[in-house]
Structure formats: C-alpha cells, structure tokens
C-alpha cells in the first residue's frame, strides 16, 4: 500500500490504519464519536494527501466542458466547482472538484481509487484539443484537510490572507509555516473548513496546525460518519460506473445546454431512472448498514438496498443512504423497513442532508 508523507506524524499520534484506495490511512486516532464532535464543535485535521491532484492547461475550459458534465467555463478564477467525469454510457467514472486557478488553467481533485481511470479518460478526450495538457500531479502534492466551526478563526491568525472575504467553494495562494500553499474553502464534512494544498514535505505544516488549540487530529472513520449526516455521496456507495448522477439525485449538475460534452446522448435518454438515492432516518439505536436491504412495510421483495448507513453521531438516531425502486411510491414521510440482522427496522424517508449547519 502507498503511505502519504505524513505517515510518521500518524505514527507518534498512535493512529489506527486502513486500506482505502490503495494507501493505507489513518482510520482513528482514539474515539471516533470524540473525532466526529471535534469537527462538530471545533476543528478537526484530517490528511488527505491520498487524493488525486491532476492540473490542465492550455486550451482548458473548452476541452473541460466537452470532458466533463458541468459547464466549466462559467466559473470565475479563484473558483471551484462540484462535477462529475461520465462515460460514453453516462455512468459516473468519478466525481470530481475543479479549480479554476487562472484564465487557462485549471485544477481537478479527483478520488484515491479512481486517479488512474480519470487521468487515462481525461487524455483520451484530448483528440481534438491539440493545445491542452493533462498532468497528473497526484505525487507533487499533500492534501491537509481543516474543518469546524473555528476553522476560520484558527487558519486565520497563521496565514497572510483575510480569510473572511473567501467564499465557500473558492481558492486562492497563501503562505502558511512559511510554504506557499493553496487554500480551498471545501470540504467534506457539512461544516465551514479549508482543505489546504502543500506541495513538497507537509510535516512543518500538519504539526503547526495541530499545535493550535481547539484543534484535533480526525481519521477517514470519522469523516465518513461526517459527510453521511451530510448528505454527501461516496463513491463506491453511492456512485459507480452502473448509476448515472439522476440516480444519485445529482442531474442538476449537468449542463445539457452545452453542444456537446461525453455521455450528453446517453445521460438525455435516462433522466427517469429505474432506481434513485432515497435519505431514511430510523428511531432506536440499530443501525442499517451498506447492502442491507430495505421494504415496504410488510412487504416480501426488497425494494432496494442500503449505499451507507449509521448511528448518527450528532443526531443521536440510525441515517441511511439507500438506492431504492424508483417506482414504489416513496416521498417524504413514507416509511419503510430495514432488514438488520434479520429483523425488520422502521424508517422513514426524510429530506437530505440528515445535518446542515446552523440547523
């Protein structure tokens, strides 16, 4: 497994690790309810650095808006924007960020696990833009992700720009430890944070910032209990190669007002999909997980099945992600049944996302 190069600085944290997407990260560092509520309450720190960094220039809004579903060129410099990378089918080869970072030049974040299909699809769509260059950066680059509540204010007195006048979903240069990085004000986790760009040794950075108080070093376990009260899609959950974004209640990111851009033919004949994400929240402390399946009330054939699913750490009651028949009647407050373990679990479906902050 690849390990980024904050390895050692996990180590001396005495961190727990997994396999996600080929690299092996820290999945824990204690509690994962204690991890969660830091970035709930304060400021978590999370690396990153497994994510994919790939840079085009050239001829780029032109060529990104034939590559990828979104209509790139509307967005502003210092602005990102959330896409996704289809096939000639319409199914969702990744979801994508994308920078702009100048007039002819863009940056994409793409997923661990998905670098080298959207790097290879990204330079096979490159035929008729003979001026555009597609690089994978992925190795130049660690990934610092800051989110929480105080994000702002503690990020603020370490780095040399106003943090208050970059809006969310925008980028902009900085310098940080005395290293001049990128900072983007994205995230993963329903809360106000940056995600932060090093390139070169990120270790000065990652222990500046841990060594700020209020400030707590979280692992992927945490992060994804995070992003599901949120309401946000992981791929390999919710999205795949088999699911188009209408089935991930994603279509308004498309821009069929484009002349042409891959998977346009496809994605215009399946607006109706045959199955589509569904938000269920449950009572009790049983939790539906990935692949259980779900009913009608007191039906016999499962209507579909479990993408993600949890005990709520912030609402303190079982959320679910669910791929579920789009023709079984199914609106806000209806209710239907978990299979867990054997036994048929009540919920209900609500609207997305579970948690939105200041709610």
Same mark, same amino acid.
């Given at each position: 497994?690849?390990n980024?190069?904050l390895?050692?600085?996990?180590d ?16 824990r ?27 085009v ?8 808006d ?9 967005i502003? %410099? ?8 289809? =096939? ?5 080869i990744d979801?994508l960020?994308?920078?702009?970072? =100048?007039d002819d ?5 793409? %997923?661990?696990? %998905?670098?080298?299909?959207v790097?290879?699809?990204?330079? %096979? $769509?490159?035929?008729n833009?003979p ?16 989110q ?8 603020? $007195?370490?780095? =040399? ?23 983007? $004000?994205?995230?993963?986790t329903?809360?106000?944070g940056f995600e ?6 990120p ?8 060594s700020?108080?209020?400030v707590?070093p979280?692992?992927?376990a945490c ?33 069929? =007002? ?9 994605l ?8 589509k ?16 399946e ?7 054939d ?6 993600s ?29 978990a299979?867990?373990?054997?036994? $048929? ?15």
């Open positions: 497994m690849l980024t190069l390895k050692l600085e996990h001396k944290l005495g961190a727990s690790f997994t396999e996600f997407g080929g690299w092996e990260m820290p999945v560092y204690g509690s994962d309810i204690d991890e969660h509520h830091s970035v709930r309450n304060s400021c978590g720190l999370f690396d990153i650095s497994h994510m994919a960094e790939i840079r220039t050239g001829q780029a809004e032109e060529f990104l034939y590559a990828l579903i979104s209509k790139l060129s509307e502003e %410099n210092g602005r990102a924007k959330y896409t996704m990378i289809c =096939d000639d089918q319409g199914g969702i979801d960020i994308v920078y702009r970072l =100048d030049e863009f940056m994409i974040v793409a %997923n661990a696990g %998905n670098q080298h299909q790097v290879e699809a990204l330079k %096979n $769509r490159l035929e833009f001026d555009t260059r597609v690089v994978d950066e992925s190795g130049l680059w660690s990934l610092i992700a800051m929480g509540p105080k994000t702002k204010e503690i990020l603020g $007195r370490l780095v =040399d720009i106003d943090l208050t006048v970059l809006k969310y979903y925008s980028i902009a240069t900085a310098v940080l430890d005395g290293k001049d990085v990128f900072l983007a $004000r994205t995230g993963y329903g809360e106000d932060i760009f090093v390139e070169g040794d270790s000065g950075v990652w222990q500046l910032l841990l700020q108080e209020g707590s979280c692992g992927l992060r994804d209990t995070l992003r599901l009260e949120a309401g946000m899609p992981l791929y390999g959950h919710e999205l795949n190669k088999d699911l188009t974004p209408f089935a991930a209640n994603l279509g308004k990111v498309i821009r069929f =007002d484009k002349p042409s851009f891959v998977g346009k033919d496809a215009e004949q399946q607006k109706h999909p045959k199955q994400l569904f938000g269920l929240q449950g009572d009790g402390r049983r939790a539906a997980r990935a692949d259980y779900i009913f009608l009330p007191g039906g016999t499962p209507i579909g099945m479990v993408t699913g949890v005990l709520s750490p912030t609402l303190q009651v079982p959320i679910a992600l669910a791929l579920l028949n789009a023709d079984a009647g199914l609106e806000i407050g209806s209710e239907v049944e299979d867990v373990r054997g036994t $048929r679990i009540f919920y209900k479906v609500v609207e997305l996302p579970f948690y939105k902050r200041g709610r």
